[in-house]
């Protein structure tokens, strides 16, 4: 019986995964994780555990005594937080998977998912239609921490059969839950304060390029790859996903067909971040592997946010 375990459920990603995931095998068979006491109100539908990924034993019991056979892991530090946090960034982001790794590969679970981001691409690499397979140099904490744990995830599939799969998301766009920290936030608070006051002013430059994703595409993907049969999953780092790449300014321009809106853009630190990831992104091996198709582009996208954003969730 499959039985699947989301930790860091409670994040932008893992509450829209976890509905999904309850739709397609039940409300019992999917458990949130998360290291906050209570789960958000839309997982209140299906069980909740409070965990913390950093407390190796009791995760492991946890694991062991409830037969899961699944473990989505999302918790971690992202880009723009990281920074501020370095040390820990790493802790969080590295010994957590080792963790959940480890029981893989013990026999305890059967499959993983665990995310991996654009952010392991550096300054170093090529910036438009960025390749499956090139230069890897990342300059940020959560950039390091993203690709070692993509070699890792690699070496334990290679080495014990570890069956882990793994996707390097762009930018995510939602509206059920608030970002957590990225340095593609913009591309979400824009449509609340839009929604607000008609203005935004933008942390990073108008023309800063970057590959962004509508959340219901990135679910499905993740869906659609931890369902493949094992033979079509042939990169076991992780899959490049393209998404809709676009600038503040172009955002704004799409917003301004809907709505009166003004921009201003106050560059802070993560116009750096920024600067050192891709503009767009090459899919090809996730569209010829498992069939990936993305759906939505910048207008459907920009259409859905401006009419579902609840601007009481503003921070
Ligand atoms: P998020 O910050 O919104 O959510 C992370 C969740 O993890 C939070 O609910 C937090 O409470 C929980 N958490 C933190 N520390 C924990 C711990 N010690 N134990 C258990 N839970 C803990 O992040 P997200 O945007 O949902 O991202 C999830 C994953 O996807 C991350 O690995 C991130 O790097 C990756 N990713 C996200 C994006 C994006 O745009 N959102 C893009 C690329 C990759
Ligand atoms: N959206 C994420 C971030 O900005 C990319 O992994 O950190």
């Not at 407390?55 to 694991?63: A, G, L, N, Q, W």
Request: net charge negative.
């Amino acid at each position: 019986m499959k039985k699947t375990l989301v930790i860091g459920a409670c994040g932008q990603i893992g509450t829209e995964l976890v509905l999904a995931l309850r739709e397609k095998f039940g409300m019992e068979a999917v458990v949130a994780a998360d290291l906050k006491s209570e789960p958000n109100e839309a997982l209140s539908n299906g069980p909740y555990v409070q965990m913390n990924i950093l407390e190796k034993e009791s995760v492991r019991s946890y694991i062991i005594d409830n037969q899961i056979t699944d473990v989505y892991l999302l918790a971690a530090l992202l880009s723009a937080t990281a920074e501020k946090n370095p040390d820990f960034a790493w802790k969080l982001n590295m010994e957590g998977l080792f963790t959940i790794l480890d029981l893989a590969k013990e026999g305890h679970l059967k499959k993983i998912f665990w995310p991996s981001s654009i952010a392991v691409f550096g300054p170093t690499t090529p910036v438009d239609n960025t390749p499956q397979y090139t230069v890897m140099e990342p300059s940020t904490v959560y950039g390091i921490s993203k690709q070692a744990g993509e070699r890792w995830c690699e070496y334990y599939f290679n080495k014990y059969n570890v069956d882990v799969r793994s996707i390097r998301y762009p930018g995510l766009i939602s509206y059920t839950s608030l970002p957590g920290g990225g340095t593609t936030d913009y591309a979400v608070d824009i449509f609340y304060h839009a929604k607000k006051s008609g203005k935004y002013t933008s942390f990073l430059s108008k023309d800063s390029a970057l590959p962004m994703m509508f959340m219901e595409d990135a679910i499905r993907a993740t869906i659609e790859l931890m369902e493949a049969p094992v033979e079509n999953v042939k990169i076991r780092s992780s899959y490049n996903l393209a998404g809709i790449s676009f600038t503040p300014e172009q955002l704004s321009d799409e917003i301004k067909k809907n709505q009166a809106f003004e921009m201003s853009y106050e560059p802070d630190f993560r116009q750096a971040i920024a600067d050192s990831w891709p503009n767009s992104i090459d899919d090809s091996a996730a569209q010829k592997d498992w069939g990936w198709k993305q759906k939505f582009d910048l207008s459907s996208m920009v259409k859905i946010m401006l009419d579902e954003v609840d601007v009481s969730m503003m921070a």
